[in-house]
Nanobody
Framework: QVQLVESGGGLVQAGGSLRLSCAAS????????MGWFRQIPGKEREFVAG????????YYADSVKGRFTISRDNAKNTVYLQMNSLKAEDTAVFYC??????????????????????WGQGTQVTVSS
């Protein structure tokens, strides 16, 4: 079965960095668009970053642009989220997701939760101020 397993979360001080990883199995990873989302209790899950199948196109929410970088290694079936200059408001559970249908070429498409077929279980990121 398909599994997406996030890792790399933890507690960090404001201004610090974390690198999240999401290891995929049970699917042809290179055939999937990948996204990172985050969620805090009581709020909707929100788009953070997305990357196309080959890694050539990336998309970011305005709130993380210039601070976060999404990348992927298709040989390792892994997508990454490098998070720098972390702020207290980045505190959330971060999820990776894989979507395979259609052709994605806009941030709107990457940001829609229902475009994704598979989700990981999430990893907690806590930024202390």
């Amino acid at each position: 079965q398909v599994q997406l397993v996030e890792s790399g979360g933890g507690l960090v001080q404001a201004g610090g960095s974390l690198r999240l990883s999401c290891a995929a199995s049970g699917l042809t990873f290179s055939m999937y668009y990948m996204g990172w989302f985050r969620q805090i209790p009581g709020k909707e899950r929100e788009f953070v970053a997305g990357i196309n199948k080959r890694g050539g196109d990336t998309y970011y929410a305005d709130s993380v642009k210039g601070r976060f970088t999404i990348s992927r290694d298709n040989a390792k079936n892994t997508v990454y989220l490098q998070m720098n200059s972390l702020k207290a408001e980045d505190t959330a559970v971060f999820y990776c997701a894989a979507g395979g249908g259609g052709v994605w070429f806009s941030q709107i498409q990457y940001s829609r939760l229902n475009r994704y077929d598979y989700w990981g279980q999430g990893t907690q990121v806590t930024v202390s101020s």
